[in-house]
């Protein structure tokens, strides 16, 4: 990741895209009050930075079928490089499986799922213990009151 500069321009592009990543350029440029190509090669530094990761598409989980979230406690008593090589190309292959957090703690990771129902989490959960895990332990979502995939950008 190249180190760089983000100025208040820069800034008010982050939060339009952040807040909208279907628009398009000349959007962005005429609502920042710059050209299309000024703005075009400022998204393209940001993004050649590593600032922007992707864009992405936020979907309705409930409208998919995926309507419970579960964050899953992992523990392991295997703390090697093959163990973990193993861990993470079981869950990199469970497309129910959002994130994967190693912490400090008490525990080692915490992972976040989607599933459509109890059955469809039991279905997971069996998926999941193919990694040679110690100890698991799941919480359902039950009423969500804040989500959101906007990055806060008052610390620039």
Not at 40 to 46: P, Y
Not at 122 to 144: C, N, P, Q, W
Request: positive net charge; contains cysteine.
């Amino acid at each position: 990741m190249t180190n760089v500069s983000i100025d208040k321009l820069d800034r008010q592009i982050l939060l339009l895209i952040q807040n909208d990543a279907s628009l398009s350029v000349a959007q962005v440029a005429e609502r920042v009050g710059v050209s299309k190509s000024a703005c075009w090669r400022r998204i393209q530094k940001l993004e050649k930075a590593g600032v922007i990761l992707e864009r992405v598409t936020l979907l309705n989980q409930a409208k998919i079928n995926l309507p419970l979230t579960v964050y899953i406690s992992v523990r392991t008593n295997q703390h090697n490089d093959q163990w973990m090589q193993h861990f993470n190309q079981v869950l990199q292959d469970i497309p129910e499986v959002l994130e994967i957090h190693r912490m400090s703690g008490d525990l080692d990771y915490l992972i976040k799922a989607v599933v459509p129902d109890m059955p469809g989490y039991d279905r997971l959960y069996k998926k999941i213990i193919k990694a040679d895990l110690h100890d698991v332990s799941s919480s359902f979502v039950m009423e969500t009151t804040k989500q959101t995939t906007r990055m806060p950008l008052t610390h620039l």
